[in-house]
Every structure is written in structure tokens, then in C-alpha cells.
DNA sequence: GTCAGTTCTGACCGATCGGACAGTTATGGT
DNA sequence: ACCATAACTGTCCGATCGGTCAGAACTGAC
């Protein structure tokens, strides 16, 4: 075969981010790879020097992407300062969900291999922060919290005070799903 | 030695969520687990049936806490409701914050792994989203914020059309930060 | 002391996976 | 046609890991 280098290196990165965005970085073998891009294992080995490699390559444009956004709004600030980072942000994100959410299917795979409910704990969770609306804006800002708080939660800023965590983390969240203080 | 049961229990549940959430799942073999527990690999399976049913143990209290708190809230509704949930998912999720940690210990290990400097960059996305503040408040909206939009754009709600999602998110992650619309 | 039952262990097994390597095939320049 | 180089492959290897099993060590009841 020996087709052109560039392709085959494409077929592969395409194949590769297609398999680990299904069944996550490391439930994706190079065999798998190599099966679904049409060549051998050790071909895929020629392409790239390691497993690692791939997923470097893989992420790579999207660390580029956010490189560029903070170097875009380096020299704003305030409003201008925030907007700018919130949408250049967003935007960032949803280009390369695939790539998120190959981080993702790890952790996805790993809670739902087991008898554990999350799925519908979840969704149960996501009705009430929603308020039971079916709405995209109650809906969006409801998943919008589940994230925050989870993610949050795993971080560990050791200069924030667990208790001051605990009010501003409900104050947040309170304002992202655009609920009045009471 | 044979110990009682329930003590070679709690040693081993006690060293893999501290090793789970230092390595994550995968990072963490049961040989480590028996080492950190002081016994062998078998005694481990003697006691439980499979490394996964381990961390099934480990997570089964903060589903039931979730599955409580759906349930103390199911009745609920409008302005109760929400502040209730929130409360609630909030005081959960920091009750069992190690527990979260060690899902995300499998992604950090993963990124940081290679030669990505995402750390840097989402200490810089940070800042940006905070408006180079240092305050409490404006950090933990910026954490929020970061966790938000990531876990937003990796789910897949395909009821929610792709411009309205951006829009959405956009609008809700402003409103976390306590910006003002413009 | 005896014995049944629980707890624990060393040794081993099968499977999987990432990677190395020598050799083969195709390609393009001359 | 020739050949250097790039592209590709089959095969093998070492390491790791989850899990099994027969039997040893310990315990408490009698």
C-alpha cells in the first residue's frame, strides 16, 4: 500500500479521536486503532512514537486554541476583560467537545460498569436544579451547575476556606440558574 | 494475624479511596491497595469479590446521599425547590469531594502526563474569568465557570440545538460570574 | 486438646497491552 | 532499470494486572 505519509497519519489521528471519544483513552487499545484505520499496529507505531503521542497530537490544537484566547485578552480588563474570555471560552470548548469528552469516557465508562444508578440520579438531579422545566435555558444553566459543583468540589484551593467555599459555591450557582436571593 | 473481618474491611476501603484519589481507578493496582493496607493481593479478594466492586462500596454512600436528597425534594417545587437542591448537591458533593477527586485523578494523570502545560493554561483561564481578582467569590465563580462549560460541551443533549447551546452557556456562565448583561 | 470455620497467603495463570525489530513492499528520483 | 528511502507488516517480547486456588495460620466454642 505505502500510501502518502499525511494520510494515513490522518486516518489514524481521525480513527483514534473517533475511538477514545466512544470508549476513552485508555479503553481503546492500538490494535483497536490500527483495526478501525486500516493498517497494522506496528504501522500506527511508524506514524507516532507512542499511544501518548497520538493523544498529544490529538489535544494539541485545542491547547493552541485557548494559548490564543488568553494571549488575545491579555491586555483587557473589567467587562470587556470577562466577556471576552467567557465567550472565546465557550466557543473553544464546543469546537473541541469531541476531544472533551474523550477525557470524559474514562470516568463515564468506570460509573457505568457497575450496579450504581448515576444516569438516572443525574437526570433526576438535573430536573430539580431545572426547577422541572423542559426549557433549553433551565436546562442548559441546570447542567451548567452540575459541572461546576462537581468539578469544584474536586478541586482542592487550599487558600479558600471550606466554609467560604460552601457559601460562594451556592451563591454561583444560585445566579447561574438565575434564581433570585432570598 | 487474622483480624476481625470488619477491620481488614475498613483498612482496605480506607487505603484505595485515599491511593484512588492520589492515582485515580485505573492508576491504582490492587497489589498497591494491599501494600498501603498491610496484606496480601489475595487476602484483598478475599474480602471483596473484584476490584470494582471496591469502589462500588466507595461510591455507594454518595449515591445514596444524592438518591436522599432527590427524595427529601421530590415534593418540592419553584423557588424551594431549587434552593433546596442546590443546598443540598452542594453539601453532598463536599461531603464526598474525595470521592469526586478520585474520578478526575484518571484525567489529571492523563494530561499531565505529556508535555501539555494544560495546568498554566487553566491557571490563566482563571484569572481571565475571575477579572484578575483574588477574591474568594470571583475565584470560586471562575472555578465554577471552568468546570461548567467543560462538562456542558462534552454532554450531548441533542435536544438542545447547537447556537442555542452556545448562547445558553454564554448567558449562564456571565451570570455565574455576577457580570451584568451588556 | 480438638475441631470447625474464618481469615489470610504464596504461587501461579491467562489475558491484555504497549512497544521493539527485522524484514518486505511500494515510491520516486536519476 | 536501479537504488535509496519511505511506508508498512508479522512476529515476538516483557511487563502488568486482575483473578484463582490449594493450603497454611489463626480463632473461638466445646
Redesign the interface.
Known amino acids: 500500500m505505502a500510501r502518502s505519509a499525511s494520510a494515513m497519519r490522518g486516518q489514524i489521528l481521525e480513527s483514534a479521536l473517533r475511538l477514545f471519544a466512544v470508549h476513552g ?2 479503553g481503546t487499545s492500538l490494535q483497536d486503532i490500527a483495526s478501525d484505520a486500516g493498517c497494522s499496529k506496528a504501522s500506527l507505531l511508524y506514524h507516532f512514537a507512542g499511544k ?1 503521542k497520538i ?2 497530537e490529538l ?2 490544537p485545542a ?1 493552541d486554541a ?2 490564543a ?2 494571549d488575545r ?1 491579555a491586555g483587557l ?3 470587556r ?3 471576552e ?3 472565546g ?3 473553544v ?2 469546537l ?2 469531541r476531544q ?2 474523550l ?2 469516557e ?2 463515564a465508562e ?2 457505568c ?6 444516569m438516572e ?1 443525574a437526570d ?2 438535573l430536573d ?2 431545572a ?2 422545566s423542559q426549557r ?2 433551565a ?3 441546570a ?15 487550599e ?2 476556606p ?1 466554609d ?3 457559601a ?13 436571593p ?1
Open positions: 483513552f485508555r501518548e493523544l498529544t489535544l494539541t491547547q485557548v494559548a484566547l488568553l485578552v480588563e473589567g467587562g476583560l470577562v466577556e474570555t467567557v465567550v471560552y465557550v466557543d470548548a464546543l473541541f467537545r472533551i469528552r477525557l470524559f474514562d470516568i468506570m460509573s460498569h457497575q450496579d450504581l444508578s448515576v440520579l433526576g438531579l430539580a436544579l426547577g422541572r433549553a435555558p436546562r442548559v444553566a447542567w451548567m451547575v452540575l459541572g461546576a459543583v462537581f468539578i469544584t468540589s474536586a478541586t482542592d484551593d487558600v479558600v471550606d467560604v467555599l460552601r460562594e459555591m451556592i451563591r454561583s450557582a444560585l445566579r447561574t440558574l438565575d434564581h433570585p432570598s
